[in-house]
């Protein structure tokens, strides 16, 4: 779309595109043709040379770009949307999978100016269990951060979104009734729960 017009025009068919950091490029989800679930494609700024970049029994949402454009972050869940796993593609070589070292998260995402990655943490009890969830940031190092107070289970959490000065945590939630809300909050560190063995426990 020009912004200055308001006029924009379409340059092709599918969900949830992301911009590359240098604006050459958009990944986007698409339900190949024949097949009832969606995948990760990526095709040029002005709608040529799309690519199909992963081929799963999946359903693939919400591409965000490594800011090098190396690769690119999606949520694969499953059909009845019973669990959502963060997945990583490579724009070189075409692998693709699940991140090993990642729990179970409905949102995940690239900060547009770093590595670091963004995503929503459900919180783990030292008995196990799972209540709430939080944002948590892992930087380069493999350092974490955890933002803010914790979001109640009655929500569902979808799309995180980081501004780019990286003070600002968007997402979209559904309540309890189905409706769609956008919520914005500060990205503001929390000592709520620890790192302890490789997970965040509550305190």
């Not at 590359?20 to 339900?31: E, Q, V, Y």
């Not at 919400?62 to 990583?88: Q, V």
């Amino acid at each position: 779309m020009n912004l200055e017009t308001k006029q924009g025009r379409k340059i092709g068919e599918g969900d949830d595109p992301a911009f590359s950091a240098d604006g050459k490029k958009i990944a986007f989800a698409r339900k190949p043709e024949g097949e009832d679930l969606r995948e990760i494609y990526t095709m040029d700024a002005d709608g040529k040379n799309v690519k199909r970049l992963t081929t799963t029994d999946l359903e693939c949402r919400d591409p965000s770009w490594r800011p090098d454009g190396s690769g690119i972050l999606f949520i694969a869940t499953n059909e009845d949307y019973t669990f959502h796993n963060p997945w990583y593609a490579s724009t070189a070589d075409g692998k693709f999978g699940s991140i090993p070292w990642l729990e179970t998260s409905s949102a995940v995402v690239y900060h547009p100016k770093s590595a670091d990655l963004y995503y929503l943490h459900s919180k783990r009890t030292k008995n196990d269990s799972f209540h709430n969830a939080v944002f948590v940031r892992r930087d380069v190092l493999g350092i974490l951060s955890v933002f803010r107070e914790p979001i109640s289970e009655q929500y569902e959490i979808e799309s995180c979104a980081i501004s780019w000065d990286g003070k600002y945590i968007g997402y979209m939630i559904y309540d309890t009734e189905a409706n769609v809300h956008i919520v914005a909050m500060e990205a503001i560190e929390s000592d709520i729960v620890k790192k302890a063995d490789n997970k965040l426990y509550v305190e």
